[in-house]
């Protein structure tokens, strides 16, 4: 202490009068202690403020979707889209069918030049490796000849004797000479990267699981890529000429033997062409219907607008030409009887082309080949397929006539229609030129598919190791391991996605290829962006939260539990397996949930890798559903929010799917506690 | 709506300032949302004493409105069509088109993959998910896995319409952020197919068709299917100093140029 200290010892008069004084510094008669109080609570206050005014907000513009979806659904009947829909359902049932046999016919056929095929495809992933080795070269050079095409393509447009051109023509000229001069040597040079490239295995890598071409066939394709790093011949070299040529005529031969399947492949198609121009016909009444409707429920708008306008503006003239303007703008309800009378009128021109579409597709089907009678296995697949969509016609004909017959544009949407076409609807579209449908099924199934493979993957690996971690392990190994799992928390998700496109789906997709993990649904897999990746992502994400809370679950199980279980003489594991995890589970459940609600809140991760296909997953394939991209609730939000107009029924909708998430959050959050409840009680 | 009416508003005002020096352009939306009104603030910027009234309802108002007060400038997205050339020539007059620019869009495939060529209808039957298999199109056997634009984007929109017919999208279609994101999947997977403007298709890993024969090079601009020009008209003639002046500036200046690339649009010539 320096002199300039207080000279007060603890037990000075002084200082004791100091500690009893109630009176400090006052603010508004209240002393520090109150102040600090008010600080924090009213801090806790403005949070919880601020939350309901989010929740507020968030419900009223979610539940607004309601009315403005139902006055949607109505107006798809009211302008008779409603009705050529169903005919659209007729075609695309049709199509399925289509398809699949056309598939199947071009199956039976390419199966003659396979050889054939297999070297071309060889080749072209021989030509595409060897280009991108050599591609700064390779590129230059064509750059350069491309250069010199259009210096002599500018060279022949200009006139000689003109004055102006003369100077062009000199420094094109100039310009010509240059290139000439550059490019044998390049040429050069590239041929000897090529034949230097060509030697290495790794160019003849044909990705996993590829066909390998004949042993006889690998010098021609080496003389053909070789060929085609002289990039100004315009035709190919004679060997890929000629092994074309053969993959054509076998299958031109293979095709005149299957002469009567084409027949009755391109019958399907005939016979289905009154129903598609009808539909198409019919459309486009059906959108200047939809037009009239919306015009008529913005007219009252537009209307206000220009009086507005009118208001601010101080010119005369202009005040008057807006107000003539507002006068102009019509506030007609139009009249729905007469604007459906079109498709009324069609139902019984729908119905002379149905019925006998319906007999002609029968015995086209029935001439279309049995897959017995088939040799390839895809061929057998698609017919196999065939005879499933055959049925869905059927059934689509017949239900979608009865509708047709039944349509009335002003039978009203019932509320529960409207509520279900958004729970339950399969279909989101946005942005159409037919009709936008809001249907949450699709993005519902793919975050929940998504969940369910990140809590299967992650649930084991975070509750093993925390069980170790707080059971088994070393005080050392307990040092070490805790943090790192909990740093997995800290990495962003944004990087995380990076990864999984860059990196870990070229890798899934790559281990999907290998010979004996066929076994595995849905290998060889096609994407690289899939439900599979992005839940192992999410997987790995919510390892951190359901590690830390299944190790906090743990930890409070009392001390004296494992003593006695171990003094009764248990060993170390049947202490931990038959008393300290029983008693935490309840713990180890909420743990779960929480990491649950971590996964399915999740956004960035999903939508940068999981595909973003709007889609209810096919789930025919069994367990290879999981291979198949999907989007999500999140990531709709994510990628569609940004550029709607607010207040649109478009943005509702996205902040409707946004209520029903924070519903499944609320949902998790709530049986978590309840769970944790149970568990203090012991 | 608001924006014709805020457009309208300014035209106007500039109008009591100069009365002669005020180039009138109508027509359609597609050059007059963006490319002109930014061509237009350029001109301005760049010296020049004139204003501007700029209205976009469409290209057929380009050729009504052009009947009436043949001294101004037409916006098309399209030809002229033959039944309204008739009608200039029954007035006595000769309409003149100068190609504003161009709007291309590549479809890209796999390098790998064998299909060189595609028709419309295919592109159609593809994006529309008719067409499901690489086979049907002269492939080798394989799903086609298309990646399209999201919703957001207006290449989303304009494929659609120049395209699919105006059709709804499949819905086994992939929608990716940009184009950048196309061409990266596109190129790992040897069946995917997506779009991309002009600027993309040079990639690594990918390939652009030929759509209906026609190679895609900006060259070809004026035959490729998904493309069109895009036309202003005037009436042979009858064009004001001024106006002759601007279209001058905005087909050939270098600074004009700029801005019709960045708005996504080749450049005419």
Redesign the interface.
């Known amino acids: 202490m320096s002199h300039s200290g207080n000279p007060d010892s603890p037990s000075s008069p002084a200082k004791e009068r100091l500690v009893f004084k109630r009176r400090g510094v006052q603010i508004f008669g209240l002393g520090w202690q109150d102040v600090i109080r008010i600080f924090f609570g009213g801090n806790a206050s403005l949070a919880i403020i601020i939350l309901i005014l989010i929740c507020f907000f968030l419900a009223k513009e979610a539940f607004l979707f309601f009315p403005d979806h139902h006055r949607d659904l109505n107006s798809y009947r009211q302008s008779g889209q409603e009705f050529v829909g169903f005919m659209g359902e007729e075609v695309t049932a049709h199509t399925n069918l289509y398809s699949s046999a056309n598939i199947a016919y071009f199956a039976e056929v390419n199966r003659t030049s396979r050889v054939e095929d297999t070297i071309l495809r060889s080749y072209r992933s021989v030509l595409a490796n060897v280009e991108n080795r050599s591609s700064k070269t390779w590129g230059r050079l064509e750059r350069e000849i491309d250069a010199l095409e259009e210096v002599e393509d500018d060279l022949s447009d200009l006139d000689p004797e003109t004055e102006e051109d003369v100077a062009e023509i000199a420094s094109l000229t100039e310009e010509k000479r240059r290139l000439e001069k550059e490019i044998p040597p390049l040429r050069e040079k590239l041929k000897r990267e090529v034949n230097t490239i060509l030697s290495w295995d790794e160019i003849w890598d044909l990705g996993v699981g590829a066909e390998e071409p004949p042993a006889d066939s690998i010098p021609g394709i080496r003389e053909a890529v070789l060929f085609e790093a002289f990039p100004d011949a315009e035709e190919e070299h004679p060997f890929i000429e000629k092994t074309k040529q053969i993959s054509k005529e076998k299958k031109a031969a293979a095709a005149a033997e299957l002469a009567e399947f084409k027949e009755t492949i391109k019958g399907m198609q005939a016979v289905v062409r009154p129903l598609k121009d009808l539909e198409r016909e019919l459309k486009e009444p059906a959108l200047e219907n939809k037009k009239e409707i919306t015009s008529f429920s913005t007219a009252p708008e537009r209307r206000d607008a220009w009086l507005k306008g009118a208001e601010a503006t101080r010119d005369p003239e202009e005040k008057a030409r807006m107000l003539a303007r507002a006068e102009e703008v019509v506030i007609k309800e139009p009249d729905y009887a007469a604007i459906n009378q079109v498709f009324y009128d069609a139902i019984t021109r729908h119905a002379s082309i149905a019925a006998p579409l319906e007999v002609e597709m029968k015995t086209l089907f029935d001439k279309l080949p049995t897959p017995a009678g088939v040799v390839t296995k895809s061929a057998k697949e698609n017919l196999k397929r065939a005879g499933v969509f055959y049925d869905r016609f059927q059934e689509s004909m017949a239900s979608n006539r009865k509708k047709i017959r039944e349509w009335s544009h002003d039978h009203p949407v019932t509320v529960v229609e409207s509520v279900s076409a958004f729970l339950v609807g399969k279909n989101w579209t946005t942005n159409s030129s037919w009709h936008d449908f809001y249907g949450l099924l699709p993005l519902f199934t793919g975050s929940l598919l998504i969940s369910i493979i990140a809590l299967t993957v992650s649930v084991p690996f975070s509750i093993a190791a925390a069980i170790y971690v707080n059971q088994l392990s070393s005080f050392r190994e307990q040092s070490f391991i805790k943090p790192a799992i909990e740093f997995i928390g800290a990495i962003p998700s944004v990087v995380l996605g990076f990864f999984g496109i860059l990196v870990f789906g070229e890798a899934l997709r790559n281990i999907s290829q290998v010979e004996w993990l066929q076994w595995f649904p849905g290998f060889p897999m096609a994407e690289r962006l899939t439900i599979l990746n992005a839940g192992l992502l999410l997987a790995f994400m919510a390892v951190p939260t359901i590690f830390t809370l299944t190790e906090d679950a743990l930890n409070n199980v009392p001390q004296a539990f494992t003593e006695n279980s171990l003094a009764m003489g248990a060993t170390k594991l049947q202490t931990v397996f038959r008393v300290v995890v029983p008693t935490a589970v309840s713990g180890v459940i909420a743990a779960v949930l929480l990491g649950f609600g971590r996964i399915i809140g999740e956004t960035m991760v999903v939508l940068l890798v999981a595909g973003n296909k709007i889609k209810i997953p096919d789930f025919t394939e069994g367990l290879g559903v999981v291979t198949q991209p999907a989007h999500t609730m999140t990531g709709i939000i994510a990628q569609e929010l940004g550029e709607v107009d607010s207040g649109s029924l478009h943005w509702r909708a996205l902040f409707m799917v946004g209520m029903v998430l924070f519903v499944i959050s609320l949902l998790v959050n709530f049986a978590a506690q309840r769970v944790l409840k149970k568990f203090q009680k012991i | 709506?608001?924006k014709t009416?805020a457009l309208l508003?300014a035209a106007?005002l500039f109008a009591g300032a100069n009365a002669e020096d005020k180039i009138v352009i109508k027509g359609s939306d597609t050059l007059g949302a963006k490319m002109v009104p930014q061509l237009a603030e350029a001109y301005k910027e760049a010296g020049n004493e004139v204003s501007f009234e700029i209205a976009a309802e469409g290209s057929s108002t380009a050729f009504t409105h052009l009947q009436a007060s043949p001294a101004d400038i037409g916006m098309s997205s399209r030809n002229i069509k033959d039944s309204e050339t008739e009608a200039f020539t029954a007035k006595g007059m000769e309409i003149k088109g100068w190609t504003a620019a161009y709007d291309m869009i590549g479809v890209i495939v796999n390098?790998?993959?064998?299909v060189e060529e595609l028709t419309t209808e295919q592109i159609e039957g593809i994006f529309t998910g008719?067409?499901?298999?690489w086979?049907?199109v002269g492939g080798?056997?394989?799903?086609i896995?298309v990646y399209t634009r999201?919703?957001?984007s207006g290449t989303?929109?304009s494929f659609?319409?120049m395209a699919m017919n105006?059709?709804?999208y499949g819905?086994?279609?992939?929608?990716?952020?940009g184009n950048t994101q196309i061409a990266?999947?596109v190129s790992?997977?040897?069946?995917g197919i997506g779009y991309v403007g002009l600027a993309y298709t040079e990639a690594?890993?990918i390939k652009a068709v030929e759509v209906d024969g026609v190679e895609l090079k900006s060259k070809n601009a004026k035959t490729y299917p998904i493309a069109r020009s895009l036309h202003y008209y005037t009436v042979k003639g009858k064009l004001s100093e001024a106006a002759t002046k601007f279209l001058a500036w905005a087909t050939t200046d270098d600074k004009a140029k700029e801005i019709v690339e960045r708005v996504g649009f080749i450049p005419a010539e």
């Open positions: 709506m608001n009416l508003t106007s390098e790998k993959n064998g008719d067409i499901t298999d086979s049907e080798d056997a394989g799903p896995s999201n919703t957001s989303y929109k659609q319409e105006k059709r709804d819905s086994d279609t992939q929608k990716m952020a990266d999947e790992k997977n040897g069946n690594d890993g």
